[in-house]
């Protein structure tokens, strides 16, 4: 069965410091993406990042950068110089088996951006 | 491009009764995705199409539930005898299908609470 967990319910940081979110994941496909939404309070969903998993090169967008461990199932998100409006519910997903609409996505993490 | 609108955003029914809910996507987007999201979980894929045909149903998709794209316009998700469970937010999203990883975009969501 294909799983997306996330351990850390919450998390906090501190205004222009890093800090790192954490996912694992299972999946018996051999070429796949990983997505990682955010969902500011009260607002949509969107887009982070994405990594296709044949790629070595972790994907970077600005302050948003990842660490994929492919053989360790491994997908954190880095979030540096973290800024107030990066305070979010922050979610892990990947698609379902060869779908191309259905994502499994994890239980999120909470994060808290302080000033 | 004036984002996935979605109708109404708040609902409050008593079980049993039936409801409908409406998803206008990003008007050149092929895609369109139904996710329910519970409180403290991530969303759960409930359906998507392709223009107005239905590529794929989850297996956790009661026969109460209906979607429909019929012009391959906008779309309805109705629930029918509504039960205290199915209280949750209804998410729509959108994409463009020109590649595996073409990103989802999410509207605001609709919450359903049934008394």
């Known amino acids: 069965a294909q799983t997306v967990t996330q351990s850390q319910p919450e998390m906090s940081v501190q205004e222009a410091e890093t800090v790192t979110l954490s996912c694992t994941y299972d999946t018996s496909e051999s070429n796949y993406y990983l997505f990682w939404y955010k969902q500011p309070p009260s607002r949509q969903m969107i887009l982070v990042i994405r990594?296709?998993?044949?790629?070595?090169q972790n994907a970077t967008e600005n302050r948003f950068s990842v660490n994929f461990q492919k053989a360790a199932k491994s997908f954190s998100l880095k979030i540096s110089d973290s800024q107030l409006g990066d305070t979010a519910m922050y979610f892990c997903?990947?698609?379902?088996?060869?779908?191309?609409?259905?994502?499994?996505f994890g239980k999120g993490t909470k994060l808290s951006v302080k000033p | 491009d004036t984002g996935v609108s979605q109708d109404p955003r708040h609902k409050i029914t008593k079980r049993g009764q039936n409801v409908t809910f409406r998803c206008d996507p990003i008007?050149?987007?092929?895609?369109l995705y139904w996710y329910r999201q519970t409180l403290g979980q991530g969303p759960e894929f409930l359906t998507y199409f392709q223009n107005e045909a239905q590529l794929e149903k989850s297996r956790l998709l009661s026969d109460r539930f209906s979607a429909e794209r019929p012009k391959g316009s906008f779309s309805t998700l109705e629930i029918q005898r509504t039960e205290q469970g199915d209280s949750a937010m209804y998410l729509c999203?959108?994409?463009?299908?020109?590649?595996?990883?073409?990103?989802?975009?999410f509207g605001n969501g609709t919450r359903l609470t049934v008394t």
């Open positions: 999203a959108s994409s463009l299908a020109t590649s595996y990883n073409s990103p989802l975009h």
């Open positions: 997903a990947l698609p379902y088996g060869g779908s191309q609409g259905n994502l499994i």
């Open positions: 008007s050149e987007h092929n895609r």
């Open positions: 990594q296709e998993a044949y790629k070595q």
